[in-house]
């Protein structure tokens, strides 16, 4: 078979990108070495998570919050096993949903690793030892990343995991030691604390999402020590172990002192890497970078090989999916012969915490390396009516705008679904708005999202209403 473009790895980077060239009228086919599509995103990631983290929240509130609201229950247990066939259903709808989608747009699907044996013909090696090779104009690497690990620290994938395994716990943890104090890490640690486990927290730097604004950061540790996180900054993790049913996790602390914590659980969380393993890249000239493993890009997201993309979490910035997804659309536009265009500096960034965490643009301590004057407002949630009504009064919203022009820089929110509402500040940032046209635009009330709005009149001259 000849195509225009084969997309190699079907995540939210190579699917997305695989439907937008066939709606562009070229001959398009995807291929996926594990037999469902949605690469990690779908199967062991965005929203498996996010199923886990809705079903233990519902349960975090009746067991919590609900005798306040005046529901009182009896009898309210975790039924695990079910939690987890429901994760299960929705990424299979989802899923099912991509496969639907390929056939839709008729791309072709082929199942297998694929690989390069030159620049324009690719080995597809399928499940049951079978081969086939297929030959393509265009290629779009997008085959994404993988959990990173500790040299020193031995993954058995039972007791001491990675997020793929924490997705499928068949027990609640009853001290569940997470190294790494980032996003993947700090979600799923909330899953299981809300089921009652105790979650230790050992982070090397002196702070937790420590690439976000450094005050959202200090609030989500305020928030999860509420929910029984106990976090341990400042520790080098120096080694992990197992006996039995425990495990023991040593580290330096910053004096320099050995110390240990003992659990039954250790998920190791310290990122991901680049995944470009048995991908022929060495057939056709493409090395990868040492540190991250990933495959360098030029402004395009073209390789040194004329002709051959890649996009995703394979390359550098951010690793996210809709990062990925930003990029799949870029390129097949690209290879389409039309001019688009991507925003790296409004790509928002989600904790699916709770409070949730959202982020877009500049941080403050970005702009103040930057040597940029600005200007700060921010809001707290406790004064939010809507917030009051909801018990949702943890958090802020921050909105950071140039000194000068009143231009938004930056918009920080840790508080309710602030995962939706940090959309309206890169709308408004795509459209270069002011903090004043914000603090201008009618909001319903009464909603969380007046807080944005009272944010970006602290940041006018300090005018916020109902503070
Ligand atoms: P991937 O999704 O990793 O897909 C790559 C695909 O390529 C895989 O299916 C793989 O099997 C396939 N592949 C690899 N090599 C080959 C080959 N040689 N031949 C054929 N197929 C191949 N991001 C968010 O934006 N929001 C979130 O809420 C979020 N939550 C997350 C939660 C967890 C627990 C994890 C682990 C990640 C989360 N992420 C989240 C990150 C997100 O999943 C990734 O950024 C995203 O999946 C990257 O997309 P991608 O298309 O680059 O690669």
């Not at 995944?275 to 360098?296: D, M, Q, S």
């Not at 708005?433 to 300090?462: V, W």
Request: proline share 3%; charged share 25%.
């Amino acid at each position: 078979m000849k195509y225009d473009v084969v997309v190699i790895g079907s995540g939210p980077g190579g699917y997305v990108a695989a439907i937008r060239c066939a709606q562009l009228g070229l001959k398009t086919a995807i291929i996926e070495r594990y037999n469902t599509f949605g690469g990690t995103c779908l199967n062991v990631g965005c929203i498996p998570s996010k199923a886990l983290l809705d079903s233990s929240e519902h349960y975090h509130n009746a067991a919590h919050t609900f005798k306040t609201h005046g529901i009182e229950l009896s009898n309210l247990k975790v039924n695990l096993e079910q939690m987890i066939n429901r994760k299960n259903e929705v990424v299979k709808q989802t899923t099912d949903g991509i496969t639907f989608l390929m056939k839709k747009n008729k791309i072709d699907t082929y199942y297998g690793h694929g690989s390069f044996v030159n620049k324009n013909t690719i080995k597809v090696a399928k499940a049951d030892g079978t081969e086939q090779v297929i030959e393509t104009a265009k290629t779009i690497i997008a085959t994404g990343s993988k959990p990173a690990s500790l040299p020193f620290i031995p993954l058995d994938k039972k007791r001491i995991i990675t997020s793929t395994e924490a997705l499928n716990l068949t027990e609640v943890p009853k001290h569940l030691i997470l190294i790494g104090g980032g996003v993947i890490g700090l979600e799923l640690g909330s899953v299981y604390a809300r089921l009652g486990a105790k979650v230790t927290v050992v982070e090397y730097m002196n702070s937790i999402i420590p690439t976000m604004d450094k005050e959202l950061g200090k609030q989500l540790q305020r928030s999860l020590k509420g929910l029984g996180f106990e976090f341990m900054l400042n520790h080098k993790v120096t080694g992990a172990s197992v006996k039995g049913k425990e495990v023991t996790v040593t580290a330096e602390n910053a004096k320099g002192e050995a110390v240990e914590f003992k659990g039954d659980y250790c998920l190791v969380a310290v990122g991901r890497t680049a995944y470009t393993e048995n991908l022929g890249l060495e057939n056709i000239g493409i090395t990868v970078e040492e540190r991250g493993k990933k495959i360098a890009v030029n402004d395009h997201l073209e390789t040194v090989v004329p002709g051959i993309y890649a996009i995703g979490d394979v390359v550098r910035g951010a690793m996210l999916a809709h990062k990925a997804e930003e990029e799949g659309v870029y390129v097949a536009e690209l290879i389409a012969g039309q001019k688009p265009h991507m925003n790296y500096n409004l790509i928002p960034g989600v904790v699916y915490t709770w409070p949730e965490v959202a982020s877009v643009g500049k941080t403050e301590e970005e702009l103040k390396e930057a040597g940029i004057k600005y200007k700060s407002g921010s809001f707290p949630f406790k004064a939010s009516g809507r917030a009051r009504a909801s018990m949702d009064t943890d958090g802020l919203i921050k909105v950071l705008a140039d000194a000068e022009t009143d231009e938004i820089l930056g918009v920080h929110m840790i508080g309710p679904r602030v995962a939706d509402m940090i959309a309206e500040a890169v709308v408004a940032m795509e459209f270069r708005a002011s903090a004043e046209d914000i603090g201008r635009i009618c909001h319903a009330h009464p909603t969380y999202t007046e807080s944005f709005k009272e944010a970006a009149l602290a940041a006018t001259a300090n005018r916020a209403l109902h503070i």
